[in-house]
């Protein structure tokens, strides 16, 4: 008879840069050196990471800088990723409700934006994100529009 094998339980947690970039760079910049998967502000003391972890494989991840939008104190969302053969299985979901709780918690701000994907609108929508601009380029990535979510 053959061995059940059982998936770890997925831990949601923060992170630091080096625990998650491997899949940002994975998901996000496939066939790019690992360098342009890499902020400017990852190792910054005000950057906050997250990711989902099947023991120590990270299976989702994002990221947040300080930031504003029309003047107001927020973060900005990047880097948001799942694990190809992760998706659709509500991970990208726990970590999304994860990191705004995580904000609305443990600071001050209750502002979020991104630029997102035309092809993950939907996901952000699902999650009461709303689009605030145009579609436009982004060289190299392609078609995004501008999201953002009020923290209630
Ligand atoms: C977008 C992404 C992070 C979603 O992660 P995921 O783990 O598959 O998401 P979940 O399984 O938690 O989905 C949560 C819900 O959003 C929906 N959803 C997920 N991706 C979606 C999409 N691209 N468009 C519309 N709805 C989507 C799911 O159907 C699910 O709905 P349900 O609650 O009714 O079942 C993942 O698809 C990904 O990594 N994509 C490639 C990278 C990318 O585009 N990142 C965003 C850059 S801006």
Redesign the pocket.
């Known amino acids: 008879m053959g061995q059940i094998k059982h998936m770890p339980t997925p831990v949601t947690r923060t992170a630091c840069a080096r625990e998650i970039i491997a899949l940002r760079h994975a ?2 910049r496939p066939g790019f050196d690992v360098a342009d998967a890499v902020y400017p502000e990852d190792d910054d003391p005000t950057t906050l990471h997250f990711g989902c972890f099947e023991a120590d494989r990270c299976v ?1 991840c994002v990221t947040l800088l300080p930031s504003e939008l029309d003047s107001e104190p927020a973060y900005q969302l990047r880097g ?3 694990a190809p053969d ?9 970590l999304l409700d994860f990191t705004e709780q995580h904000v609305i918690t443990r600071t001050p701000i209750r502002l979020l934006w ?1 630029n ?2 035309t ?2 609108t ?2 952000y929508q ?1 999650h009461g994100w709303r689009i605030i601009s145009d579609q436009f380029e982004i060289p190299t990535v392609g078609p995004h529009f501008r999201m953002c979510k009020q923290l209630t």
């Open positions: 998901v996000l989702a948001m990723a799942s992760r998706r659709g299985q509500g991970l990208g979901a726990a991104c997102a994907r092809s993950a939907g996901f699902h």
